[in-house]
Each structure stands twice: as C-alpha cells, then as structure tokens.
C-alpha cells in the first residue's frame, strides 16, 4: 500500500512534466479557481488551440487510445498522470473535451471509416472544436424522451426541433447530436444520432444565462437544419445506443465540485473572530471543519483508490458516482457555513472578502454542480442499480410507442 | 387556547396577499435585479399609502397602530413577493428602534414621516466579517458626532436615516447630511440595495437607554416570517412544478426522490411556522422569553429558508439554475436574509446563553 | 395570540382537575419516563382498570363522542384538555386505547345495533380489554395485502393465518380483525372486518421479543378460528373500507417520542467534562442543544396549533403525521449525540449512568418509532399525497386479483 | 500508485472471509448475547492457532510478522462478522502496546503469549463518562503499586492482563494478581463484556516511554476496519433484503425511498473505507501524518457505522427490531464501537488540533 508510482508511472510522469514546463506556467500555489474562470478571457481561445496542437504533436492527446484511432496506445493509468501533471498548469484544455472524449470515441466505435479519417485527427489537433446537442427542454433525466425530429429527405436527413444545455455551439465546428426519427416506436427505438456541421444553414443559438449571470450553456434552434445521410453515425434507429457510448464516456470522469473546500474555510476561520475570539478557536466551528475534512479526505482517497484499480489495469465502474454527489452537495454545505460564519457582511460579492469572495461566488453556481451532468437523483439511481443491483423504478412509459407517452400538459 | 392570528389579522394576511400578487408578481423584483433601480419605489409608496409602514406605530404619532402582530402578517407576505422595498430595515428595525428606545421628541419628529414611508430608515451594525459583539465595535460617538465605516448596509444608498450602532449605544444619523458617504456595494441579491457607509464626524441624535441586543430579538421575529413566506412561496413553487413536469412517462413528483424531498421542506417550513408564531406571541405579549423566542424563531427560519430554496432549485432540474426560472429570487433572499441580523450560527450561541440564564425555560421545552 | 384557555375551557381544565386530584397521584416533577415503564409492574393492569372505571363513571371517557354513542357530547378540544391534565398524573390508560379510541368508534361507525349495545360501554368501563389484529409479517407497509383468509361455512367464518404486532392479545378479552374472505379480487376489494372473541379455541399468541429484549406486542396465529358471522362489522368484502375508519382514528394522534429529549440532553452537558471543561461550556455541543432545542419548539407549537384548530372547531389533518417522524429521529439524533458525549462510559446501562441511563435505554428502543404506526417513508408518502397533493407512487397491483400480485419468493 | 493492499493480503482476507462465514455465522454472537458465556472461546482459540493474534508480532516474539496492514484486513473481517471475541482489546491495544513501548524483557515475556492467545490482554482507559484527557486520569502510581478504578473495560472481565492508564503512563498489571477486583458491567451489546475494575495497591510492571495518544491513533485504524466490515454487511443485509422483500406489488428496492437511502448507504460505506485505507496506509509506513489519518479514519467509521446500522433497521421494516432478525446485532456493535476508543466529537476536535499544528498537510486536503 503505498502512494508512489511504478518505475514505468514515474518515468511517464516525467516525460509530462518535461512537456509542460516547455509549453505551459504553472499555477501559483494556494491559488483557487473559480468555476469556469478564464474561459472568457480575451484570447483564450487562440492560446488553448495552440498548446493542444503542441500537446497532441507530444503525444498526449488519446494517450490511452488505440493506435488505430490516432492514440498513443498508452494506458488509463498515464492518462490519469498526464492529467494530474497538467492541472498544475495554467492552461485551459476543458473545452477540447467534448470533441475528443466524446465525439471521436463515439464515431471510431460506431461510425465509418471514412468519418473515423474525416473527424478524429482535427479534433485531437484543435482544429475542429466540437460541441453535444443531446438534452432538451422537455427531457431533463429522461434524456430519452427527445423531441427534435429527423425526417428523411432523399439523401439528406432534414431536423427540426430544440436542444438546450449545450455548451460551445458559437465556438464549435461540429455537434453531436441525436434525434429522434421515429415517434410511433417505443422511446429508445426511434433515435438516429448524427454529425452536424455548425455552419449549416437554420441553426440558431440563443444564450442562456445562468443564476450566477453567465452563460455557459445556449438553447439551439433547429430550422430545417439539412443533415446528409453519410453525416449518420450508426444504424438509423439506433441512436440511443450510440448515444450510450458518449455518456458512458462522459461519465467516466471522477468530477470534484470547483469552489472553496476545508481549505478555504481554514483560512476563512483563521482570519475572522466570532463572539469568544478568532473562529478557529471556537469548538462549534472545529467540529464542522473536522466533519467537512473528513468527507475531502474520504473523496480525495476514493479517487486514489478508482486510480489504483486503473493502475492494475481495471476498468473503475459507476463508483465514481459517489465522487459527483458528495462533492456538490459538501461545496453546498461549505459555502453556506462559511457564509454564516462571515455574518451579516456575507452577502457582499467581490474580492475584496474574505477569501476573496469565493463563498458568495459558489452561493450563485453550486446549484448547477447537483444537477449537470446526471441530477443527485440520477446518480442515486444509477448507484443502486449498477453498483449495488437493485431494481429499476416502475416504467409508466414501458412498451409505448414514443408519441404516447403520458407527458402532462406540456407540449 | 388561540395559538394563530385573530381574523382581523387574517383578513389582512389575505388583502395583504392580493394586492402583493397583483402588484408584486416575479416581474417587479426582477425588474430590480435586472436594472440600476435600487428598489421598486412605486410599490413602496403604495405600502406606505396602505398604512403598512406605519402598522405598528401608535396613532399618535401617524402611525395606525395595529401592533406588532400586523407587522409579522405582512412580513410572511412580503417575503413571499420577494419584495424589493427597504421595508425590513425601515419597520423592523429604523421604527422600531425609535418605538422603543426614542425620545419623545425623536418619536414626534420621525415616527410620522416613517410611518408616512417618506422617510426610509435603515440600521447600521456590522463593521467587519465575522459575528457581532457590541463590545467590539469601533465606530464612535463623541461630542455629538460619529466617526467610523459600517459594512455592507442593507438599503443603506437609498435610506434617509439611519440607526447606527457603536459601543456606546444607538444614534440616529441623517445620511443625506454632513460627514456621510456612501457606496454602493453588490450583494449576492441584487434585488435589495447595500451600502457601505463611512461617517466622518457625522452629528448624531442618539436615542436614549437604546439596548441592540434587544433591538435585534425585536426585529428577528418579523425577519423569521418574511423568510417563513419566502420559504413557502419556494415549497408552493417546487410542489407546483413536481405535478406538471413529466419524466419518464409521469409526474417527477410521483417518484419518491422528489415526493419525500418535497416532504421534507414541507416539515421544515412548518416547524418553522411554528416557532415563527411563537416568535410573534412573544413580541406581542412582550414576554420575558422573547430573547429565547427570537432565537429559535431566528434558528428555525435560517434553516428552513435554505433548505427549501435551494431544493427548490433541486426539484426543477436543469431549468431550476436558469436566470429565466424565479427559483433564484428565493434562493438568493434567502441566504441575503438569513445573514441579516447575523447566520443562524450566531443566534445559536446567544439561544444557549439565554437559556442557561433562566433554567425554569427548559423545563417547558 | 395567546396560550390562554377560553372561559370555557378553564372551567372544563378545573373540572378535570378536580377529578384526577380526587382519583391519581401526580407525577414527580422532571421525571423521566422510559419507554412503556410501569406497564408490566406488578397489579399495574388492577389498578389501571380500576381507574379506568371512575374515570367513565365522572364522563371522562368518550369526551368528544355523540350522546348517541354514550360518550359525553363534547367537543375535541376538550379532549385534549383533559388529556393535557392527565398527562401530569402517575396513571395508565394507554391499554385501553385501542378499545375505546379504535374498535368502538369503528364498531359505531359501521356495525349494527346490538353490537353497539353490546360492545361500548364495556369497552369505555375497562370491563372488556381490546386488542387489533390488522399487520401481518408479509405486509408491513401494504397494510392491505394481508393474507389471513376468513372462510364462511355455515353460519360460522372459519379463520387461518397469523398477524403480527398484536399489542396485548394475552390479557384482552377481543380483537377486532380484518381477514381476506376473496383472493380473486383485487387487493382492496376482497378483506372483511370481524369482532373476534380472543377466548375462542384455535388462538396461538406468542410474544415477540424486540431489540431491547422486552416483548411488547405478539405474533398471533389462527388454526380454523370460528367467528359467528353476527361478530362481522360493516358487509363482506367492505373490511378495507371499515379498517380505514380505525386507521384513521389511529393516525389522529400526535404522537411524541418518549426518551431523552433536550433538557435531558442539557442536564447531561452540564453533567459531564470535556477536553477543556464541563460539556455545556463546549461551543460544539451548545450548536447541537440549539438545533436539538429548535426541532422540539418546533415540534410543541406544532401541536399548539393543532390543539388551536381543535379549539376552533377544524379538523386537524395529516399535518400531525410530522410530529412522528421528526420526534422519531430527533430520539435517535439526540441519543446518539448524548452516548458520544459520554464517551468509552457510554456503552453501560442502568442507573448509574448520567440522566438515568435513558440514552443508552432509548438506543435500543428509538428503532421501533421510525417504524410503527407507519414508517418514515409512509408517513412522507402521507404528506406528500395528502397534505400536498402530489401523485401516488405508480401501482403495479393496480387492478390485480389478489392472488395474481407478485410477491418476489416470499410465499 | 498502489493504494490497495497487496495480493497477499487480500488473499488472507479472502480466507479469513471464508473462515468466519463458517465458524462464525450470526448464531455465533447470538450465541453470546443469548447466554452467560462472555466471549466465544472456542472461536479465539481457532484465530489464535490460525496467528490472526500474533500477526502484526515479529517471529522473534513468537509471532508470524505479517505486520500491521495484516491486522487491517483481519479487522474488517471480524466486524463483518461481528465477533465476539477480544481481538481489539487484545491485539490493537495491548498488544501494541507492548510492541510500541515496552522493555525487551516485557516483550519477551508478553508477547508470544498473546501471539498465541493464552493471555488475553486489554487495555483500561476511562474513569469518568466524557472525554479523555490524560491530565484528568486520577488513578495512580506509587511505589509500583496501582491504585485506583476504570469503568467499563471492554473484555475486562475475561482479559489476564491490562495495560492501565494513568497520568503517568501506561503499566502492565496481571488482573488474575493481588489488588484488582473486577465487577461485569452491562452494556447494550452484551455480545462483549466489560467489567469495571478496581486497583488496590495492585502491583504493575510500568511501560517506558509509553504515549498515550499514540497508542489510540494506532489502535484507531484497525478499529476502523473493524466497524467498515460491520457497515458493509449492514449494507449488503439492506440491500438482499429489498431485493427480495415485496410491498405493493414489487421490491421494496424499486421504492426511491429505499433505493436511494441505500446509495447514501453505500456512499457512507465507500468513504469509510477509503479513509479507512488512508489509515492503514499511516500505521503501515509510520508516517507523520498518523495522527490526522486516524482522526479522519476514526470520524468516518463512526458515521458510517450509525447510519448504515440504523438505517438497515429501518429498511427491514417492523421485523427489523425484532430479537430475531439479526440487524440489531450490526446496530449494537456499531454504536459500541463508536464509543470504545472515545467517540466521534472527541476525534474531531482531535483532528482540528493536528491540522492547525501541521499546516502542510492541509494543502493536500
């Protein structure tokens, strides 16, 4: 039992570390990171294009990825080094992430081989940005239950509908995108997933602001969007399961909340006094930081120990779940203690406050963090039938064809 | 026993609910969220018209005197409408530090106009994070003026006076005169103005035998109901939205993850309401245990009102952290109240202390 | 706003005063009651009934039931008043709980003349014991997929099966009993309610033992069990709809739990030393009793506004059902934090224990007040549906004959 | 990075898995509950011959030097298993005790007697309820000869020998010799005894440099593992039980309100276990952050254990506090063991202690 790497790991992790310090800054020690702070910077864009073209030409772009697919045929467990040497960077390689992680796996193990050659290489390099039109309004959890129609037209497939939570589509070259082609079906028979080019005529985007007052996420508007058929990535029809190989994808990844944790309530009672004194001294106040400390330490080893099952070349399952879950909810319970513990002057925004304001910035996107990318519920749901076996809930949509699914009022 | 409003007070809960619904909808404190305007001054001077601002003010001095029960009633209303007016900071706390620790003479002079709402009163405190001790405070009075900063003021830009606390009491300033400057200051909830005030040998009218402590257990009673409103407002919002939104074939709120959710804030919305009643019974009856009653008023509110905002958010899913959704007018009131007058954390300590002074309370509990 | 008795209702308060002055000792003042104490003392159940008796005699029993039903005409908030007063005198009544306040209003409701005249006034004297024979081991939530099977056979049913939960079989004289007479209906449709004489032939009763080691309720077993078919309260095949009256008057109450509650938690703070000094002097543990001392206020003026909805003459509804869950788990909350103060000592029972030993008396008993009389995630289900509204949990024995209902393997 | 434990321990766990499936099913500790028998002998006698006592005792002592990872895993087994034999009080405590403090001649003449398990040691701590601190103990030393009480010794009524704790160390005293007097206590989970024991002049072979806390940091880790095995057979109990329990038609698991109690059941199990493992990791290596990897694996294990246990009640259902299903086995020992080494409260204000006095550490949080 021990935190070090193989000879091999270290040897690799070095090879990472060259690279960095050759093409990136390291970050300044101590330093918190806002949720999706940077992204907006001016420029941005440009520098992140560039370092991802100069990390794919160094090879640690798919590096757990068969050589066959344009990866470096490497293992998950470099991968996950590469990319905890490279979170000590300052870089931003988070809006990639879609193309690489989710698109190309989908079209390599689904698509063709002429779209394999089209769409991989350019998204590895930067020089296709991709983005995901999969949720919609309507759908929520029950992302099955889309209602963007694909209608064949000769050699081309002509959509109509709306997709909403996406991120990027102003940015993005191409979308992965699912719709449904078949409403007198049951609900996961009808859907025909596709490669949309961003240009295409009678696609609209609308940015859609956030409590927090950004807009991290557009609805897209679908007008007789023209997709032809060689742009179809799988069987028509079988949308949903294509579609399954991107979220596993997404999935996989053993998501922290961004924000203030134990450390930063630390110094937030380190540097304001309650009634008897300074409030790391008051016992209420320590038994919440040792609770809070805790539960970091429980995540932080949780994830080491998804990286030794890597490391032995396992595959980690849906036991990452737990890390989403308990990491929103405890960055909701940081944040509002640490608010009550700054008082009456806690509602003021800016850096001027302690800890320079991340308290009340996370106030304003914590919500986001229990609901993107699978509800509490959701992930709930999807422990205790995957992990721990248990019964699905009772299907009121079991067996319908897709148009008469019961959906209450709404249209 | 009568442990609920009597019918008059109910008459005006639901006067008070009309007129908020028509006049107050989402629309006004978003209107204020999305502009400059610090507050809606339109629906504060129909407040004031109404008689509200002055509901607890004797008649004597221009108020209509329906006591401090009639303020809790409107307080649960207010909260409810997500109000943006100073009313908290002018009523509960301005007033009723006139009410009970002014002069006659400050009484004549100022109870009229802020029972009128043509003067808005506000209360200064806190000068730094952290929790309030009077002991600690370092603005200060002497010759008759005052020197020092209060933080993070609420509807502190747009008040006419203001009560300022400093270790030797409570003095009335006029922030429209000499030695006052103000700055705005944004807040997580924009929907109600701050202000970071500095007094520069600012001349002060201090109110005699003033007691903060007091002042505040007085002024955490109708706070507890304005969140209390704004508490149920959120559970009526989520349970609305869990009936019409359909997922996998039928209402979200036919699954238990969000039925027993929903559940769940409904308990703490009533606990809350119960304390809240005892709160006001307290205040009413001005009771000796009206420093534990505020407390647990206070406590039970904070909990309640984050809680059930945030879960609020929860249960619409992905739409619930939309800007276009009004689940976040409540889940940012929320937590804006629940800082006024000090966190929950704070009111705990004090709860405990006052308990310990008088034993024979615990044996009610 | 006022906790002030009317006129009225001071004169009434005086009149029970009065009467329990003259007939009950008082309780000592800060004493503490354990769960179920003194039920089995030696003579408790004499003297119980002796009282039981000048308590009908002076027209405190039925308070609130019509003149019809020989009760006194009075109104409900009545009731509580004599139970407020009650509450403060060394007497036990409980056991005849069941009689009074569920078989006979049940019995008034639905079943004949003679059985009125037969069963309520003996009942209301403590002449005549009661017991419920409603839950059986298979069921536990479902109440209504009992399987007991009452027979007809003459003018006899002959009964066969076993309920569960029974609280005093064993020194009652009857039972009221719901029994399925049609497994082909649906679950609902086919039960029928009886009046079971517990000194008829075939009756097996067998005290469970519980986690505390005490056994307060049975297991009762039935081996062709005859009941006259005169002793069938409301018609064959209504049994749901006549058990529902009873389960109504059951959930009516608003049932604290019995155990340390925050003033024993107080007097055990200020009791005991910590790392620097006496536990009440302890930041950490001021927070807890603080939110400990919030949820019980709560919880009291909860039923303050009940018993003023009673006083007004409303009916209370399912609003009560949270004064059960929240006392249940505030029981276990507070003993589990009580037991942690007390440290390595903690795991010792008895009386030489800080406040009695009731912490370590109520970790073994607490389990069974989540449970009984609806579990936590039945009373949820209760608020939500019928306090709030929400929808009903979808039904898979919706419109099933009984016996088509799928029960896993249990047999 | 290998944060799991080698082959060869899980290959040991595996067997002790297998052993106590079959030497040591629920009958086993009912057994204990049921009667007057106050551990299950036979059952130490066979662990013993297997060297689970002697496993972390290097060969020269007589024991198999396995080491103390070995004891981790041995641990989690024994609670899943809810044994009710002194394997704590025998092997995490004293005899660590004597490993980590006592004199070569204490060694050689104690240790390949509890590696054996002929000497059942324990170790006596507590003298008040409340927390410990060793500047209160008043029991005492003087001239070799104890004096003094401890309540509620966990296996003190069956143990040959305790390591006794005073304000001035830790001391060796044969219980079978003169001056003690032991007295079974009852406790809520009777499926291990305690007795409290009197010191009278009783002679002891005292420990040099003994430290205290030290010795509960280490005995905190495989404690841990002890109420993480406990926890995961609550958990998997739950989760068999509303897989194959119907309500309404369909298994209780299929119910939100059980299915998602269980997650959080299995989230509280999972970060157990990996604190639990960081734990083991600082006993393994010696590190200097033992002390906070105790507090954190300690902390854990205790909340884990008391919702997982009583919430596996709470999923069975009316026939979960019955005598006769075996939850309450899980609920008991759980609670016991959170108190044995001091509970939760006293380990978080523990931790914060270490942390504030290592700032380092608190940058890898």
């Known amino acids: 039992m021990d935190f070090e790497d193989t000879p091999e790991e270290a040897a690799f992790r070095a090879e990472a570390r060259a690279f960095l310090d050759a093409n990136a800054e390291r970050r300044k020690p101590g330093e918190v990171e806002g949720y999706r702070r940077g992204q907006d910077a001016p420029g941005a864009m440009e520098r992140a294009k560039d370092f991802q073209r100069r990390k794919y030409e160094a090879g640690f772009v798919g590096i757990h990825w068969p050589v066959e697919w344009g990866g470096r045929g490497g293992s998950p467990i470099q991968h996950v080094i590469y990319n905890q040497e490279e979170a000590k960077y300052d870089v931003l390689t988070g809006i990639f992430g879609i193309g690489i992680y989710l698109a190309q796996p989908t079209i390599c193990t689904w698509g063709t081989q002429e779209q394999r050659e089209r769409f991989v290489k350019p998204a590895m390099r930067a020089d296709e940005v991709w983005c995901q039109l999969f949720s919609e309004p309507g759908g929520g959890s029950d992302l099955a239950a889309l209602r963007t129609r694909a209608e064949r037209d000769g050699d081309d497939w002509v959509i109509n509908g709306q997709k909403i939570w996406n991120s990027g589509a102003h940015y993005s070259d191409f979308g992965i995108l699912v719709a449904r082609s078949n409403p007198d079906v049951a609900k996961h028979e009808g859907l025909t997933f596709f490669i949309l080019d961003m240009k295409t005529p009678g696609i609209e985007i609308r940015p859609i602001r956030q409590v927090s007052g950004s807009s991290h996420f557009n609805e897209v508007f679908f007008d007789n969007v023209r997709i032809p058929d060689s742009r179809r990535v799988g069987p028509v029809g079988a949308g949903w399961k294509v579609a399954l190989t991107t979220l596993m994808n997404e999935r996989h990844g053993m998501r922290d909340a961004p924000g203030p944790d134990v450390a930063e309530l630390f110094r937030l009672a380190e540097s304001i006094e309650l009634e008897d004194g300074p409030a790391i001294d008051d016992a209420a106040v320590q038994e919440k930081l040792a609770e809070f400390y805790t539960r970091s330490q429980g995540l932080k080893y949780t994830k080491f120990r998804g990286i030794t099952a890597l490391s032995k070349g396992q595959t980690p399952g849906p036991e990452s779940s737990i890390i989403k879950v308990v990491a929103a909810n405890k960055l909701q319970d940081i944040l509002s203690y640490g608010l009550d513990m700054i008082g009456m002057a806690g509602p003021t925004m800016g850096d001027s406050m302690p800890v320079a304001g991340i308290f009340e910035e996370a106030l304003l996107y914590s919500p986001a963090l229990r609901l993107a990318g699978g509800t509490d519920e959701i992930m709930k749901n999807i422990i205790a039938e995957r992990v721990l076996g248990l019964p699905q809930d009772p299907r009121a949509d079991k067996g319908l064809p897709f148009r008469d699914i019961p959906t209450g009022a709404r249209k | ?138 603005a200060s009075v002497s010759n008759g003026r005052l020197t020092g900063m209060k933080l993070a003021v609420p509807d502190g830009d747009i008040a006419d006076i203001a009560i300022v606390a400093t270790r030797s009491g409570l003095h009335l300033v006029d922030l429209n005169g000499a030695g006052v400057t103000r700055e705005p200051v944004a807040t997580f909830d924009p929907t109600r103005s701050h202000a970071r005030i500095s007094f520069s040998a600012a001349p002060v009218d201090t109110l005699p035998n003033a007691d903060i402590r007091r002042l505040l257990d007085y002024a955490a009673v109708p706070m507890a109901f304005e969140q209390l409103g704004l508490s149920q407002a959120a559970l009526d919002m989520a349970n609305a939205y869990a009936k019409e939104r359909y997922a996998f074939g039928r209402p979200i709120g036919s699954f238990q993850g969000i039925k027993h959710k929903i559940a769940d804030m409904y308990i703490q919305v009533e606990l809350a309401r119960s304390n809240a009643y005892y709160g006001a019974w307290a205040v009413h009856t001005d009771a000796a245990e009206l420093p534990v009653a505020a407390c647990v008023a206070r406590i039970a509110a904070c909990e309640a009102g984050w809680f059930v905002t945030k879960e609020n958010i929860q249960t619409h899913g992905g739409m619930g952290f939309t800007w276009q959704m009004d689940c976040h007018l409540y889940y940012r009131r929320a937590k804006l109240l629940s800082l006024a007058l000090g966190g929950a954390r704070e009111w705990k300590h004090r709860l405990i202390s006052e308990l310990r002074a008088r034993n024979t309370l615990l044996e009610a509990a």
Not at chain 2, 81 to 99: K, N
């Open chain 2, 1 to 138: 026993m009568n442990f609920d409003f009597s019918d008059e007070l109910l008459q005006l809960r639901d006067q008070a609910r009309r007129f908020l619904t028509d006049r107050c909808p989402p629309a006004v404190p978003r209107r204020i969220l999305d502009t400059d305007e610090p507050y809606a001054a339109d629906l504060w001077r129909d407040i004031a018209e109404m008689g509200w601002t002055g509901a607890a003010i004797p008649e004597e001095y221009g108020g209509v005197g329906l006591g401090r029960l009639a303020i809790c009633v409107l307080a649960e209303e207010l909260g409810r409408a997500v109000a943006p007016v100073p009313f908290s900071s002018s009523v509960y706390l301005a007033t009723e530090a006139i009410l009970q620790f002014g002069s006659e003479q400050q009484k004549q002079t100022w109870l009229p106009k802020l029972a009128a709402g043509d003067v808005i009163g506000t209360f200064a405190l806190a000068e730094r994070p952290g929790s309030f001790d009077p002991a600690k405070l370092t």
